[in-house]
């Protein structure tokens, strides 16, 4: 069963989602659930959002989507997407979540893909309520993830000059700069129809300076004891694999890494059997339905 919904964020922004039950939850029973974060300007409609949850719900989980401010359905300037904001909507998601009458105490895992992922390990490094995290082809250092994305160095002074032109531009009008997601994350042609309908192709260059600010692996340490699962893909077109090799180094115990070979980015979307099984083995060991 799915039931839209809307939760408030901070300042009153009223951010929508879509709460799925399993089939088999009984009237008054309750279950873990997980909250799974959609990526870089996409939205709950996102097939490694969509996927995930259906995923989930079958093995007896209760999930929740949404869309951060400013993406998809929700309010908020769209395709204003930083950083911090983000995990402050991921933080009221969890105010929301943890108060559903199907939910069992205070386990709630978080579960995401790149951006969200990013987001998802920097909440739960600075909120203890998420009692596991799942991150699929995430990152923890914005500024080495960029200068792997753009790495020739007529691409990182193209990227580093956009930062400043945006500076400057907002200093001098008091209005942001807009740029293409392409310049600011480049994704391959061939990879490029995973994008969600209503993803946001136009960002102020805010958004790049705060992803570029954005240190993950600074707090990610802070997670244990609660378990971390870290998946990358082993040749990853987008994110480079080391974010999540460094994000494993940062990790205490229990974290597990897995490197996947014959996948890419949207590894969550793919419906690859390795990966439903390396996630299903790492459920069930740390965060069961019945524990």
């Known amino acids: ?43 709950s409609s996102a097939g490694n959002t969509i996927q995930p949850c259906q995923m989930l719900n079958k093995w007896g989980y209760v999930t929740l989507r949404f869309d951060m401010r400013g993406c998809g ?34 386990r709630i895992g978080l579960m995401a893909s790149s951006f969200g992922a990013a987001v998802a390990i920097y909440t739960a490094g600075i909120d203890e309520r998420p009692a596991a995290v799942v991150s699929s082809v995430g990152w923890g250092n914005g500024e080495r993830k960029f200068r792997a994305q753009h790495a020739t160095s007529q691409d990182w002074k193209k990227f580093t000059d956009m930062l400043s032109a945006g500076a400057m531009h907002k200093r001098q009008t008091g209005k942001s700069l807009m740029v293409s997601r392409y310049d600011i994350v480049p994704i391959p042609n061939f990879l490029r129809t995973h994008l969600a309908k209503k993803s946001v192709m136009q960002f102020p260059v805010e958004t ?18 609660r378990p971390l699962l870290l998946l990358h893909a082993a040749r ?27 996948v890419d980015h949207f590894l969550l979307a793919e419906g690859n059997a390795r990966v439903k099984h390396i996630v299903k083995d790492w459920v069930d060991r740390y965060f069961s339905i019945e524990k």
């Open 1 to 43: 069963m799915e039931e839209k919904i809307t939760f408030e964020s901070a300042g009153g922004l009223k951010l929508a989602g879509t709460v799925s039950i399993p089939d088999d939850l009984k009237r008054g029973e309750k279950r873990p659930g997980f909250i799974v974060l959609h990526g870089f300007g996409s939205n």
């Open 73 to 106: 359905d929700s309010e908020g300037e769209f395709g204003r997407v930083i950083c911090l904001e983000q995990v402050e909507d991921t933080q009221y998601a969890l105010d929301y979540f943890l108060n559903r009458s199907e939910i069992s105490g205070n």
């Open 208 to 225: 790049a300076q705060s992803m570029f600010d954005f240190n993950a692996e600074e707090v990610v340490g802070n997670i244990a004891p």
């Open 236 to 262: 990853d077109s987008i994110c480079p694999t080391e974010q999540s090799i460094e994000l494993f180094k940062n990790a205490g115990e229990p974290t597990e890494l897995h490197l996947v070979s014959g």
